[in-house]
C-alpha cells in the first residue's frame, strides 16, 4: 500500500511539472529553440484557445517560427506574448483565428504569416514596421488601422479581402508592393512624398492626397495611372 501511495504522489508531481495548472498547458504541446525564445512548433492540434501570456515559459518567446501554428484548424483564439518581436513565414497560415491583437513589440509580420486564416479583425500596435507579401491574404477583414510607424506593405499583403472598401495609408509608408489590396474604392494617403508603388490597387475609384501635394503625387511615376482619380484632403 506504501508503494502504491509513493507511486501516486510521484505520478501528480511529474503532471504538476510537466502542466500548468491554471492554463492547462503541457510542455508536450509545443516546440521551443534552445534558448527558449523561439517557438518553433505548436504540436498540439486539438488546441482551440491559447494563452501564450499567461503561461510562464511561453510569455519569454519572441518569435512564432515558421509554420508553427500552420493547418491548425482548431485554433480559434491566441493571445500573443507581449514580447514577441516576429512573426515569421506562414506561422498562422490555414488557422481559423478569428481574430488577433499585434502586441507592440512586434517589428516585423513575414510573408504569408496569416495567408488564408479565417481573420476578420486586426490591431496593429505603435512599433511595426513591416508587413511583408501575402501577409493577410484572403483575410475579410473590414477595418484596418495602420500604425503610423508602418514604412512597407508587401505584394498581395491585404489581397482578396473582399469586404473592406477604404483605407488609410501613414505618412511613413515607404513603399507598397504589388496587388497589396483587391477590391478598395477609396485611399487616403497622409504622406507629403509618394512611397514607391507597383500597382498596389486593383479597384480604386478615388485617392486622396494631402494639400498642396496633389501634382507631387500626379507626377509621380507611381502614380501616374492613378492620376485622375487623385485628389487633395478636404
Known amino acids: 500500500m506504501k508503494k502504491i501511495f509513493l507511486a501516486l504522489i510521484a505520478t501528480a508531481t511529474f503532471v504538476a511539472c510537466n502542466k500548468d495548472k491554471d492554463n492547462g498547458i503541457s510542455s508536450s504541446d509545443y516546440e521551443l529553440s534552445t534558448n527558449g525564445l523561439v517557438l518553433a512548433k505548436w504540436k498540439n492540434e486539438n488546441t482551440t484557445a491559447l494563452d501564450m501570456q499567461a503561461d510562464p515559459t511561453l510569455k519569454e518567446v519572441k518569435t512564432i517560427g515558421q509554420g508553427a501554428f500552420a493547418g491548425h484548424k482548431n485554433l480559434k483564439i491566441i493571445t500573443l506574448p507581449t514580447q514577441l518581436i516576429t512573426i515569421e513565414k506562414e506561422a498562422f497560415f490555414s488557422t481559423s483565428i478569428k481574430s488577433i491583437f499585434i502586441p507592440s513589440g512586434v517589428r516585423v509580420i513575414k510573408q504569408d504569416a496569416f495567408n488564408a486564416s479565417t481573420l476578420t479583425s486586426v490591431q496593429f500596435s505603435e512599433g511595426l514596421t ?39 495609408i501613414p505618412k511613413n509608408v515607404q513603399n507598397i508592393g ?14 507629403i512624398n509618394p512611397p514607391k508603388v507597383n500597382t498596389p490597387f486593383e479597384s480604386v475609384t478615388r485617392i486622396f492626397v494631402p494639400k498642396g501635394r496633389l501634382e507631387v503625387y500626379k507626377n509621380n511615376e507611381g502614380f501616374k495611372k492613378y492620376a485622375n482619380i487623385i485628389s487633395e484632403e478636404e
Open 130 to 168: 513591416d508587413i511583408e507579401e501575402g501577409g493577410f491574404v484572403g483575410c475579410q477583414i473590414p477595418l484596418l488601422k495602420f500604425p503610423e510607424s508602418l514604412q512597407s506593405i508587401g505584394a498581395r499583403a491585404f489581397y482578396n479581402n473582399k469586404v473592406i472598401v477604404e483605407v488609410v
Open 178 to 191: 504589388f496587388r497589396a489590396f483587391s477590391n478598395l474604392t477609396t485611399v487616403t494617403f497622409k504622406g
